[in-house]
Nanobody
Framework: QVRLVESGGGLVQAGGSLRLACEIS????????MGWFRRAPGRDHEFVAA?????????RYSDSVKGRFTISRDITKNTVFLQMNNLKPEDTGVYSC??????????????????WGQGTQVTVSS
């Protein structure tokens, strides 16, 4: 059974930083990419960032986080990270990681990913 567990969320003031981690366990035949999404109250599920599992870790970011967030992965530890700097109140939400096992070219939609974690809450106060 595939399991993704996020950690690192919390409460931070605007301008602060947090580092999220997502650890993968269980058997996966192939992992092509990992993604981070977030959901804020009253808003749609939003793509944040994605990284290819191989190919030197090619990345993709939403315009709203580009230049502030960095996605990375440690293949040896089956873990993907999201370093979030210069956080803003609008970054508040539940952040979830997901696995793409069929290669959706660093997709930005929910249906591009096959397994999801439960999420971790990030709250940015003004």
């Amino acid at each position: 059974q595939v399991r993704l567990v996020e950690s690192g969320g919390g409460l931070v003031q605007a301008g602060g930083s947090l580092r999220l981690a997502c650890e993968i366990s269980g058997h996966i035949f192939s992992t092509y990419a990992m993604g981070w999404f977030r959901r804020a109250p009253g808003r749609d599920h939003e793509f944040v960032a994605a990284i290819s599992w191989y190919d030197d870790g090619v990345t993709r970011y939403s315009d709203s986080v580009k230049g502030r967030f960095t996605i990375s992965r440690d293949i040896t530890k089956n873990t993907v990270f999201l370093q979030m700097n210069n956080l803003k109140p609008e970054d508040t939400g539940v952040y979830s990681c997901a696995i793409d096992t069929h290669w959706a070219s660093l997709g930005t939609h929910d249906h591009d990913y096959d397994y999801w974690g439960q999420g971790t809450q990030v709250t940015v106060s003004s």
